[in-house]
């Protein structure tokens, strides 16, 4: 079956614009979570959505926002980009409401903030 | 809150040799454990986890990993490795019950020379 699904795999933002990234779970996967990995802070947990809830949420700003629609498709948007978003940005699936299932990773959206 | 130690950030091995990549953990709670490994531009897979049970945990392409309570540590070996393995690995762990959220490790890049 197929993966994770993230797009846009690339894009390039200037500081001040906003994005919208998107995510399409596994086929019956109800749990998505998403996370940014930066060479400096290494991989960092932003929220996780189970049935278009949002269940968890890390330690970043008000500028980073999600939601989860009811075909478990997710969007996390960041908006006034700063340089330091530049990222790459993961996006998991889980079929399970908790973790002893396994996770599943897209190849991400590696976003550039000039 | 959990955090996890990776001490390692470099390990270089030549093909055929073992390799062990170290891994340390703090929570004050229970936990699950989970490798995963990043080849370049991809995202992450899942080689093993730790749920419960047997302390010994065996995964895809020859891992395993050893839950020591406690030492609190879970390192990943692996007695025989090939150019293949050459990428990024990363330690994770979860609060068990705590819902979909991964505390990673810093990574260690394991660099498999001929």
């Known amino acids: 079956k197929a993966g994770v699904t993230q797009t846009p795999r690339y894009l390039i933002k200037t500081r001040g614009q906003q994005v919208t990234l998107s995510c399409s779970p596994i086929s019956g996967h109800r749990s998505v979570s998403w996370y940014q990995q930066t060479p400096g802070q290494g991989l960092q947990f932003l929220f996780e959505?189970?049935?278009?809830?949002?269940?968890n949420k890390g330690n970043f700003p008000g500028r980073f926002s999600g939601r989860q629609f009811s075909n478990s498709r997710s969007e996390m948007n960041v908006s006034t980009l700063e340089l330091g978003d530049s990222a790459l940005y993961l996006c998991a699936s889980l079929a399970t409401g908790g973790m002893s299932g396994e996770l599943f990773f897209g190849e991400g959206s590696r976003l550039t903030v000039l | 809150a959990q955090s996890v130690t990776q001490l390692d950030s470099q390990v270089p091995v030549f093909e055929e040799a073992p390799v062990e990549l170290r891994c340390n953990y703090s929570s004050s709670v229970s936990v699950y454990l989970f490798w995963y490994v990043q080849y370049p531009n991809q995202g992450l897979q899942l080689l093993l986890k730790?749920?419960?049970?047997?302390?010994l945990v065996k995964g895809i392409n020859g891992f395993e990993a050893e839950f020591n309570k406690s030492q609190t540590s879970f390192h990943l070996r692996k007695p025989s490795v090939h150019i293949s393995d050459t990428a990024e690995y990363f330690c994770?762990?979860?609060?068990?019950?705590?819902?979909?959220?991964?505390?990673f490790g810093t990574g260690t890049q394991l660099k498999v020379e001929l």
């Open positions: 730790y749920l419960s049970g047997s302390t």
């Open positions: 959505y189970f049935s278009e809830t949002q269940r």
């Open positions: 994770a762990v979860s609060e068990s019950g705590g819902g979909n959220k991964l505390t």
